[in-house]
T-cell receptor
Framework: KQEVTQIPAALSVPEGENLVLNCSFTDSAIYNLQWFRQDPGKGLTSLLLIQSSQREQTSGRLNASLDKSSGRSTLYIAASQPGDSATYLC???????????FGAGTTVTVRA | AAGVIQSPRHLIKEKRETATLKCYPIPRHDTVYWYQQGPGQDPQFLIS???????DKGSIPDRFSAQQFSDYHSELNMSSLELGDSALYFC??????????FGSGTRLTVV
């Protein structure tokens, strides 16, 4: 069973600081890994999708890396803004499976 | 671009009542998923359908059932509702090689 862990559980930074969110998974036979953002009581917004053959994906201020052999992914958010305050969830899809296994998320607060 | 549409957005039911949640996936997506997210918890997989056939089943209570129809929309039926069923219910769709797209969810409150 795939176990996904996210560290830290919560993070508070001043505006402008770079954010580093970590995700680790136990089964390295993954198909892809997806980072989501969730605002309180709202839906899940996909940020980045990394296929198993890729090492990283970038979108604007967001960059996600993937190291399958060590079972890790890192989401970097550059020059954080108060609007980045949300919970960030890492989700892993293993090969020959349809469902995603989620981490518990990292709740980010960016102070103005 | 069209997204995953879920209805209703909010639903309040009493214990032992029945609820039906609807999901309209992105056109041409071949797989639909249902997830349950309790307060302060990560989403838990309930059930999925690939091309209208059930493809996988997770921690879905026997009181719950789901199906996907010929027009690809899906419904999650929940009977004999319990207080513990109060949660956000998400539907998502995907093409097998692509990532998931989630709907905005249905917030079910059982009183």
């Amino acid at each position: 069973k795939q176990e996904v862990t996210q560290i830290p559980a919560a993070l508070s930074v001043p505006e402008g600081e770079n954010l580093v969110l970590n995700c680790s998974f136990t089964d390295s036979a993954i198909y892809n890994l997806q980072w989501f953002r969730q605002d309180p009581g709202k839906g899940l917004t996909s940020l980045l999708l990394i296929q198993s053959s890729q090492r990283e994906q970038t979108s604007g201020r967001l960059n996600a890396s993937l190291d399958k052999s060590s079972g890790r992914s890192t989401l970097y958010i550059a020059a954080s803004q108060p609007g980045d305050s949300a919970t960030y969830l890492c989700a892993v899809r293993i090969t020959n499976d349809y469902k995603l296994s989620f981490g518990a998320g990292t709740t980010v607060t960016v102070r103005a | 671009a069209a997204g995953v549409i879920q209805s209703p957005r909010h639903l309040i039911k009493e214990k032992r009542e029945t609820a039906t949640l609807k999901c309209y996936p992105i056109p041409r997506h071949d797989t639909v998923y249902w997830y349950q997210q309790g307060p302060g918890q990560d989403p838990q997989f309930l059930i999925s359908f690939y091309e209208k056939m059930q493809s996988d089943k997770g921690s879905i209570p026997d009181r719950f059932s789901a199906q996907q129809f010929s027009d690809y929309h899906s419904e999650l039926n929940m009977s004999s509702l319990e207080l513990g069923d109060s949660a956000l219910y998400f539907c998502a769709s995907s093409l097998f090689q692509d990532g998931y797209t989630f709907g905005s969810g249905t917030r079910l409150t059982v009183v």
